[in-house]
């Protein structure tokens, strides 16, 4: 297939109408609808169907939309990677990153990279597992940085766990909970899950079905790391929290960790990049920043 027809394909599905697309690529529209036509005839599917708003794409598509995607980036890392080889500073390094990675590690492994390559833009995104695997997955991330996925989400995926993050359990500091000390005083209470189901601020439940308690009911969920410390702090409602995070909310946020006797397992905190994919040379030294600054932190705290 021509790369015209990828390009074209993914740029509807973006924009959502062959016209939007069409201004988006600086394209005659005809020459889009064309495009689209010949691909449709050598795929022998149809891609796209109109409605009032535009085109959606069909079944088809979708299942393809991914690999399209994937294609595309990977072109546009190839260009990036060969002016890089030649010393260039042309490209980007695209990092989706969890609170605590964006709180404690990437200011000071994009200070280290910059002295490197000064010119390279630097995109930071915030996601979490299981929202932040799709970019990884067509390429539009070079790297995640955040708790590890479970297995079965790991498929396609280089998963390079960097170190552990304990979990505490932390309130408002004038919450009446605050003094609690088993999980039992804390089923009834509202509880802030940071991320989505599935996700990593998910395992709350599981400490409670292990001590035969009846897992909490009023369960607020908030993809916004400043939203859930919001939320904690004025209601006075508990949530599951990194323990490296607490010295860098403390500041912010009027919280306390609560003493209860059971332990939440350890979570991971990973680096993750495509299997299969290399990284272009500042993708690889961005890799390389990070390491070097997540060894630093604990070795800080060590000391």
């Known amino acids: 297939m021509k790369l015209q027809y990828i390009e074209t394909i993914v740029a509807i599905a973006k924009a959502g109408s062959i016209r939007a697309a069409a201004q988006q690529l600086n394209k005659a529209q005809p020459t889009l609808t064309k495009a689209l036509s010949l691909a449709e ?3 022998g599917v149809q891609l796209f169907r109109r409605t009032a ?6 079944e088809e598509a979708e ?3 991914n690999r399209f995607v994937a294609i595309q980036s ?7 990677e060969v002016d890089q080889l030649r010393g260039g500073q042309a490209g980007s390094v695209n990092v989706c990153v969890s609170p605590l990675a964006a709180v404690k590690v990437m200011p000071r492994a994009i200070s280290m990279f910059r002295r490197s390559f000064p010119f390279v833009q630097v995109k930071l995104s915030s996601g979490l597992f ?3 695997l799709k970019p990884i997955s067509d390429g539009s991330v070079d790297i995640v940085l955040g708790p590890k996925p479970p297995e079965a989400m790991c498929r396609n995926l280089v998963v390079e766990p960097l170190m552990d993050l304990p979990i505490v359990v932390i309130t408002a500091a004038d919450s009446p909970l ?13 509880w802030i899950m940071i991320g989505t189901l599935g996700g990593p601020g998910d395992i709350f439940r599981q400490p409670f079905l292990d001590n035969h308690l009846t897992p909490p009911k009023s369960v607020t969920t908030s993809e916004s790391y400043f939203g859930a410390m919001s939320l904690v702090a004025e209601l006075g409602a508990v949530c599951t929290f990194p323990k490296r995070l ?3 909310v403390q500041g912010g946020w009027d919280v306390v960790q609560i003493p209860i006797q059971e332990e939440f397992q350890s979570q991971h905190f990973c680096l993750v990049t495509r299997a299969g994919h290399p990284l272009t040379t500042a993708a690889q030294h961005m890799e390389n920043c990070i390491r ?3 060894i630093a932190i604990e070795k800080a705290e060590i000391e």
């Open 246 to 248: 607490m010295s860098s």
């Open 74 to 80: 990977d072109l546009e890392r190839l260009d990036e």
């Open 292 to 294: 070097k600054t997540v």
């Open 178 to 190: 605050r003094n609690a000390k088993s999980l039992a005083e804390l089923t009834d209470c509202e």
């Open 41 to 43: 005839e050598e795929l």
């Open 130 to 132: 299981p929202n932040a």
């Open 53 to 58: 708003r535009g085109v959606v794409p069909t």
């Open 63 to 65: 299942a393809l939309l």
